[in-house]
């Protein structure tokens, strides 16, 4: 069983800068695939980022605004989001997978807007 926690949400005027966290707890493998997803309201939950064995993949529309980082001996992963625009607003969840189990988080608010 894994858990997992995301922080760091919150409002932040467009140009600026959020760092969310994800807290994992369980049984979690340092090679497995994380992820950041975001579902904005009316639309469907998309791909940000992802880490997995140390290999990264950034959504286009995030491509050099976010980094994706991975600190495994505290088990936690981040977010770092940069240059921030309205259309980044959504709800950001925390995902685990190892075949064949895939974990989310409860998700944490980001909102863009002057």
């Known amino acids: 069983q894994v858990q997992l926690v995301e922080s760091g949400g919150g409002l932040v005027q467009p140009g600026g800068s959020l760092r969310l966290s994800c807290a994992a707890s369980?049984?979690?493998?340092?090679?497995?695939?994380m992820g950041w997803y975001r579902q904005a309201p009316g639309k469907q939950r998309e791909l940000v980022a992802s880490?997995?064995?140390?290999?990264?993949n950034y959504a286009g529309s995030v491509q050099g605004r976010f980094t994706i980082s991975r600190d495994n001996a505290k088990n936690t992963m981040f977010l770092q989001m940069n240059s921030l625009k309205p259309e980044d607003t959504a709800v950001y969840y925390c995902?685990?997978?190892?075949?064949?189990?895939?974990?989310w988080g409860q998700g944490t608010q980001v909102t863009v807007s002057s």
């Open positions: 369980g049984s979690i493998f340092s090679r497995a695939y």
């Open positions: 995902n685990y997978k190892k075949i064949p189990y895939n974990y």
């Open positions: 880490i997995s064995d140390g290999i990264t």
